[in-house]
Structures are given as C-alpha cells and as structure tokens.
C-alpha cells in the first residue's frame, strides 16, 4: 500500500468530514505560518534523523522495536484528527466499538470465550490492572512470579502493597514448577503470573502444568504474554510454530496480557487486559460527575484504570487487523519467519568457531555469546561487538545485552569461568518478517566481527 496516498486520503477524509459541521474561523492564535513551520519542522527532522536507530531495517537486530505497520499509521492519523478520547463514549462512540471488537479478537485468539477487556496504553498497565483484580479477589496474599519474568511484576506487587516472590526458573529460563508448588504450599500466594514469552529470552513458563494448581491451591493464574501473545497465532508445534500446549491453557487461566504496540504492528500506546470472569469489572466501580451522560451502555473508562486513552490506538488497531486477521495466515504469517530465522540462526551459531548461542531460542529472541574461558571475557567481547557493529558507518549492524549468571551459563552447558557474579552475552530480537531474507547477512556480518575481537 502506498502510504503517502493514504495519508493524503486521511486528511481529505478528515477535512469532508469536518466540512459537514458548516463554516468557521480558525483562531489566528494557532496560526504558525508556512515558513516557521518549515522551519521548525526541518530542525525536528534533522534531530530524527541524527540521532536514532535504524529499527526498521534487518541489520536492526536489538531490541523489541519496529515501526508499525503502514495500515496502523495511516489508522491512527485519520482517527487522531478527530482525537477521540476512549475513555467515554462521550469520548469517542466510534472508536470505543472499535475497541470492544478489537478485544473480542484478542479474546478470541486466546480461547477465552465470555471476557471483559480493554486496551491499555502499555504491557505495565496492562499487567497492574491484572495484579489489581487479583489483589481484590486475593487480598492478603502474595503473588508468584519467574526470576526471569519482567520487573515489572515485582514493582507493581509494591506499588499495590502485596508482597511478591521471584520463583526459579529451570535451565530454559522457565519457571521451575517444583519450586512454585513448594512456595504455594506455604499458602502465601494467591496470584501466580505466568509468562508466555520472558522479554530477556523469549522463554514460555509451562502454563498447561500449572494449569491444575489453580484449583489444588485455589490461586489465580494470570498470564504476561506482553512480547509472547500473538505467538497464539502459530502455537501449531510445527517446525517454524511454537509449542501449542502452553498457549491452548492460556484458556483456562483468570486472565492474560498482550502488547499490540510490540508483535501486533501498532505504534506504541496499545497494550490490552483480559480478564476470562466480567464479573471482575466490579472491582473497578466508580462515579464521576462529568462523564458517562451519554449512553447507559458500558463505557471503557468504567473498566480500566486509566482515564484518557488514545481512541486512535482502537482504530489502527482495528485497521492492522481487518487487513492481517489473528489467524495463522493473516498476522501469524507475519510471526513465522522471524520463528525460522532464530531456529537457524541458532544453528549456524552452534557451527560457528567464534560465537555460541546461549540456548535453544522458544520463540524469535536469539541470546549467543563470543567464545571465551572466562565471564569477564565474554562480558567484554560482547560490549565491545555491540559497540563496534553499531558505530562502524560501512556496515552497521545492531545488537543488544543480556545479563547472565555463571551458574545460568553451567546449566546450559556453556564452560565459562564465573570470574565475576554477572556478564553480558549478546540477543537480537528478529521481531521484523525480513530477518529470514537477511539473515546470513547478519550472521556474517556478525561473525566477522567476532573473528575481529581482540579485547579478550
Ligand atoms: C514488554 C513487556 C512488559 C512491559 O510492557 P510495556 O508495554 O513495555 O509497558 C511486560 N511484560 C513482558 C513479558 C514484556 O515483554
């Protein structure tokens, strides 16, 4: 699609729209003038453009970052003329539906049939939201969740006055389900948070095992599939799938959270919440004296923490999705290569004499390390090749770290001196379909930079 067209199409659009209300005159006070707006828009620019990463391009193998896709951004700018504000109705009827069916997709995707949901601006909300209902129908008790789960989790429980217990993980990065079920026998936790997809290595707890301790120990399962969720998409345990077994149990869980903002295409601000009981919306009761005059109907601001929330986020969502379905061919089609490039590019990794991968990736996040005796040294190999590929003007390439333990490096087989308690390896995210095209570029590229270092 020819974005620049549609863009222009957004504003034509807009501009009939508005016309439909009669004539009036802008206030002379908003008046910027064409050349001081060149100007200052010529400076934003070159500030863009100075000083940024390149996350669109497959030599961009860092983090979880992309631009969204075209149909969002052309979305968002023709919904964000009007700003709806989806708080209310009052806010924004239209984009308000279009939440509602964008939640019924997500809901869907997950197996999760009646729901109460909404989008969110961001995972974190979306996750303490989570932690709310489960703090109200658990109060008192504490919630569990991986070492290897994001820190939000533990920042939330003290957010929300409940205390939090980081489980071990196995020599996966998954939660070890020995020591959940130990710690859930002290009968302190009522939530465990489960994690489809940690955001350091891509690692999927065994949700289908913990599965049953939900009603052995009568505690709430709440899932994080922040990066992981639309992974749902391909969980066919073919060979460029992943495993279904954990995504199919989603299903039985109390409630899950899945960034659209990271594998669902979308600018940032687009997170979503659901929740498989809607009698939770309860716990979010509220009064306010100026909104909610206009309908009876539920109003998103009666079920979500946030007031104010972009309409626009609902719209480019719902766009990006009547184009590329949540199904296997629509946007799971667009998941399975960056599968396929970390699956070999583990491999070849595993062949090469200067790098080994870190372990065997469960999604599309790659960790991998320089080849050295000690942890000092491969710390120091792996900053300085993260350094070095980003700087180097010919032919830049862009990685980022990851902290490991001597001990997590053991458990994988890696023989590494723990000289120091904690060193950085290397992980690349291939979040981006073309990856798979590019990869032994990168691999190359990679490699001969490896074969460069000297540091140690
Ligand atoms: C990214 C992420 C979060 C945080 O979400 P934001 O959208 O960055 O606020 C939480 N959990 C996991 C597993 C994530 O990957």
Redesign the pocket.
């Known amino acids: 699609m020819d974005l620049r067209g549609w863009l222009e199409q957004a504003v034509d659009w807009h501009e009939r729209w508005a016309g439909g209300f009669g004539e009036y005159q802008p206030h002379p006070a908003l008046d910027v003038g064409q050349e001081r707006f060149a100007e200052a828009f010529g400076e934003l620019t070159e500030r863009l453009g100075g000083d940024n990463y390149p996350f669109f391009h497959p030599r961009y193998a860092g983090q979880?970052l992309k631009p969204p896709h075209p149909a969002a951004i052309a979305g968002y700018v023709a919904a964000m003329q009007i700003n709806p504000n989806n708080h209310a109705l009052d806010g924004g009827p239209a984009t308000a539906e279009l939440e509602k069916e964008v939640v019924a997709q997500l809901a869907a995707m997950f197996g999760l049939g009646t729901h109460l949901g909404h989008l969110t601006?961001?995972?974190?909300?979306?996750?303490l939201e989570a932690l709310f209902v489960a703090r109200e129908t658990h109060p008192g008790l504490g919630v569990a969740y991986s070492a290897d789960?994001?820190y939000?989790?533990e920042r939330m429980c003290h957010l929300l006055g409940v205390e939090g217990h980081p489980v071990p993980v196995d020599a996966a990065g998954r939660m070890d389900l020995t020591a959940l079920e130990q710690l859930l026998a002290t009968g302190r936790i009522g939530t465990v948070v489960l994690?489809?997809?940690?955001?350091g290595l891509g690692a999927v707890d065994p949700i289908h095992e913990a599965l049953p301790l939900r009603e052995r120990y009568g505690v709430r399962l709440h899932v994080?599939?922040?990066?992981?969720g639309f992974f749902a998409l391909i969980a066919d345990d073919s060979p460029d799938g992943v495993a279904s077994a954990p995504w199919r149990a989603i299903a039985g869980c109390d409630s899950v959270?899945v960034?659209p903002?990271?594998h669902g295409l979308q600018p940032?601000g687009c997170?979503a919440v659901l929740f498989a009981d809607p009698a939770v919306g309860r716990f979010y009761r509220h009064d306010s004296p100026y909104t909610y005059f206009t309908s009876d109907q539920l109003h998103l601001g009666e079920i979500s923490l946030e007031c104010s929330r972009s309409g626009a986020s609902a719209a480019a969502l719902w766009l990006t999705l009547r184009l590329l379905p949540l199904t296997d061919k629509g946007l799971g089609g667009v998941l399975r290569p960056g599968r396929r490039a970390a699956l070999r590019w583990a491999e070849l990794l595993a062949g090469s004499a200067h790098l080994a991968p870190y372990q065997r990736p469960e999604l599309d996040i790659v960790a991998y390390l320089p080849r050295r005796a000690t942890l000092s040294q491969v710390d120091e190999a792996s900053e300085w090749l993260m350094r070095r590929g980003m700087t180097d003007s010919a032919d830049p390439v862009y990685l980022a770290t990851y902290a490991v333990t001597g001990q997590s490096l053991r458990e994988r087989g890696h023989r590494v001196t723990a000289d120091v308690p904690r060193g950085r390896i290397l992980r690349s995210v291939l979040m981006k379909p073309e990856a798979e095209e590019y990869l032994d570029r990168l691999h190359g590229r990679v490699e001969e930079l490896a074969a460069m270092c000297h540091v140690s």
């Open positions: 979880m601006t961001s995972g974190t909300i979306a996750n789960s994001h939000t989790h994690t489809a997809g940690t955001t994080d599939a922040a990066y992981g959270v960034d903002h990271k940032y997170g």
